[in-house]
């Protein structure tokens, strides 16, 4: 790991979408995960293989996979919960698999049904199938900085979930303020917590809600930390929050790493292209300042 | 200067209202200062006293002043460009002043119509005038971080004009990226240029208009700043960048400062209420994530 590259798992087309109230078509799906790929996204987590009943909007993550220009270099991963989806995104053509579960055991009842251990003991098959397929496997821990329904989370407890996470395999875990409660101090509690785990199997998937997530960024990069989840556009909201954001911006994240002397291999005037013309398809207003500010800056200050 | 103490100077009716289409009434003005009050602010600049042929928003400004409910703590400051401005202000019953002008010379002519030696010469009658009348002067420099029309700024250039205006007796230089545009990399290499004159001194204010300000502020704090302009519901747009953000949230900042183990004497569900409050009156979705955060959230989750 290099000090002055950071890696962006691009989570827009998965976690964004899913959490938007308008369903993209195939093809502005298509058109939204080759753009990025244009910009230079090298991880692009492209559908979710999860029952459709539960996600309507990544019923047709399948054809996603087949339908986009791949490039060699860049992972093209999906969110998948059991073997099933598992199998369904290894079909599909996935070069990557995610599992997910939750530092709040209540979090984890009410949005998976079931105690974060049980969880963990349902990925033992999906890691089995993928080192079969000579997959990796990445797993989501939600809530690490706080829960909606238990407020605080121990730092303690996260670390205790990620490792029975990399013990079973999984070559990362993404950790996430899914509610974006997280401040500067919080953030620095938990990486604290987590020393002596390589920061090359920890990522952090910050949600700007309450508006902390470039600042807490600066602090796991402080941490040594230099893997990142973010979403194009900001795409996605809060759904304990009607109205407020979601997944930090990747374009305000990449113009911060890019300020700060950083490296993403992302050209961003082509990565706000993309969530330019997602959010017009959308008919959403863009979640990223920087696209918002770059957009409609007045003509004599070009 | 404690290190846990932050102060944050309020510009919210200044320079916020004085950047909003809407304008408000003398009525609806006198509310969001008394609500500031009631929060907990102890430093308010209430109003402007320049031309209201330029700055029609502020045109009641002296009103303002003679309306509010002072708490004898607050320090409720003016905005004043020159001698004329000085007087009025201190007629209405300004507590403090502040004069303004840039690290940019585009940017000063274009704004203020003269260098920046020149706006330095102009604000001596000023600060005269205020030591007679006991008030301190404050002094905004904008385009601290990057100017709209000559690009980077030299850190040595903003530490030149810093020192004309601490040494012509203004008792805090507060630095201005006037339009958003700073990282925390060029934040960094701006505090470093300035060590050497003291945190008490320097206060930052900045925009949010490229999403970095809370990241750019923990830069400072780590720097020992303890110092912070901002904006209540962020009022105030970037006039450079229409419909992008201007001022950092107030209630974003205080978030991210009480989250962080800072105090700032703020109650911030009474600023989130001020700044909710005028934002319906501006008919405006309110600027701070925050505020959006913990407005909209839902039932289950309180």
Chains 1, 2 share one sequence.
Not at 130 to 142: C, F, G, P, T
């Amino acid at each position: 790991m290099s000090l002055d590259k950071v890696d962006i798992v691009e989570v827009g087309p998965r976690d964004g979408l899913q959490n938007e109230a308008a369903t993209l078509s195939l093809e502005l799906k298509t058109t939204l995960i080759n753009n990025l790929t244009n910009a230079g996204v090298s991880h692009i987590e492209a559908g979710s293989f999860v029952s459709a009943r539960w996600v309507p909007q990544m019923a047709d993550s399948s054809e996603v996979f087949t339908h986009i220009t791949r490039q060699n270099e860049v992972v093209y991963a999906a969110l998948t919960p059991n073997l099933k989806g598992a199998q369904a995104a290894v079909l599909a053509g996935a070069d990557e698999l995610a599992v997910f579960t939750a530092a709040s055991e209540t979090f984890n009842q009410r949005n998976i049904n079931c105690s974060i251990d049980e969880s963990i003991v349902r990925f033992a098959p999906v890691l089995q199938f993928a080192s079969q397929n000579k997959l990796r496997v990445r797993a989501y821990v939600s809530c690490v900085l706080g829960c909606p329904y238990e407020g605080e989370i121990a730092p303690s407890h996260v670390r205790e979930v990620s490792e029975k996470l990399l013990e079973l395999g999984c070559y990362e875990v993404s950790l996430g303020d899914t509610i974006g409660v997280g401040t500067p101090g919080s953030t620095r509690r938990l990486l604290q917590a987590l020393q002596g785990l390589s920061p090359n199997q920890l990522a952090l998937h910050l949600h700007d809600t309450y508006g902390q997530a470039l600042a807490n960024t600066l602090v796991a990069l402080d941490f040594g930390h230099r893997r990142f989840d973010a979403s194009v556009a900001g795409l996605g909201g809060c759904p304990y929050a009607p109205g407020a954001s979601g997944n930090v911006a990747t374009e305000d994240l990449v113009y911060m790493l890019h300020g700060t002397g950083l490296n993403t291999g992302i050209d961003l005037d082509k990565l706000i292209h993309a969530g330019n013309v997602v959010s017009r398809q959308l008919g959403r207003k863009s979640g990223s300042k920087v696209a918002l500010a770059r957009s409609n800056i007045s003509e004599e200050c070009r």
